[in-house]
T-cell receptor, first 111, second 113 residues
């Protein structure tokens, strides 16, 4: 089977740091993506991990542990515009290469 | 400009009618995907296609059908067999190799009355 889990909602303060976790169980693995989605809009790509470790891209970093089936997205110096849903997605791999999304985490940034 | 286009943005249909959602991309991507998103939820995979004239069912394919006659087009038909079709539908495409992200269209919000 396949399962990708994230917390449903999180709240953080402007200027702070927040970590959004994602755990996954999939039949295969060809990489993990993080997307940001504002309400009523299309998701936009944030980061990609396929090897264990941390990938840093400006205020956003993403970490992967394949052995634990675990990833997190770290957002630093939070801004009000970071209020959005954050989606974790796994490329299932194998012959079919399905792209499967988690349930999404709605982040609210407060002043 | 290269991109992925969904049309229309808003669509209203009467219950019992079939409706087709358009998805076109000029990015020369191999793989295309259809997702459904309900309020406050993540994306659920309906169908996907890695190559022309071939497609696979996702997790919630019942009540939907697709075709992939051309590389750039992947239309989704919501049939009358879909019990609860009102939702936000998103189409995506990507190169079918490991480290490439999916690009999304702007979505179609379907309301069945």
């Amino acid at each position: 089977g396949q399962n990708i889990d994230q917390p449903t909602e999180m709240t953080a303060t402007e200027g702070a740091i927040v970590q959004i976790n994602c755990t996954y169980q999939t039949s295969g693995f060809n990489g993990l993506f993080w997307y940001q989605q504002h309400a009523g809009e299309a998701p936009t790509f944030l980061s990609y991990n396929v090897l264990d470790g941390l990938e840093e891209k400006g205020r956003f970093s993403s970490f992967l542990s394949r052995s634990k089936g675990y990833s997190y997205l770290l957002l630093k110096e939070l801004q009000m515009k970071d209020s959005a849903s954050y989606l974790c997605a796994v490329l299932d791999g194998g012959a079919t290469n399905k792209l499967i999304f988690g349930t999404g985490t709605l982040l609210a940034v407060q002043p | 400009d290269g991109g992925i286009t969904q049309s229309p943005k808003y669509l209203f249909r009467k219950e019992g009618q079939n409706v087709t959602l358009s998805c076109e991309q000029n990015l020369n991507h191999d793989a295309m995907y259809w997702y459904r998103q309900d309020p406050g939820q993540g994306l659920r995979l309906i169908y996907y296609s890695q190559i022309v004239n071939d497609f696979q069912k996702g997790d919630i394919a019942e009540g939907y059908s697709v075709s992939r006659e051309k590389k750039e087009s992947f239309p989704l038909t919501v049939t009358s067999a879909q019990k609860n079709p009102t939702a936000f539908y998103l189409c995506a495409s990507r190169w079918d190799i490991e480290n490439t992200e999916a690009f999304f269209g702007q979505g179609t919000r379907l309301t069945v009355v």
